[in-house]
């Protein structure tokens, strides 16, 4: 039982270090995001509009909305995490 706990034990930090690597802090970079892309929209209105720049737009539109489809995800499963321990909890 104890080898069991300790393997355990070391693939929670194996996938704490994946998840902070693949995905970081979601919030901050959907929030470093915006405001690129705000500075972006600012540029816009001072020089116009470029093809490059409305690529770019685009790519960070894409880029902003995958990171709040991903804090959906998270904001969901934190609380079916929250639920399955309070129901536990109302059960005892």
Known sequence: MYQFQQKLKNLKQVLK??????????????????????ALQQTFIREGRTEEQTQQEQILWNQIEERRQQEEILWRQKSRISLLKEGDMLII
């Open 17 to 38: 270090g994946w998840n902070h690597t693949h995905f970081g802090n979601i919030q901050e970079n959907r929030q470093r995001l915006e405001k690129q892309m705000e």
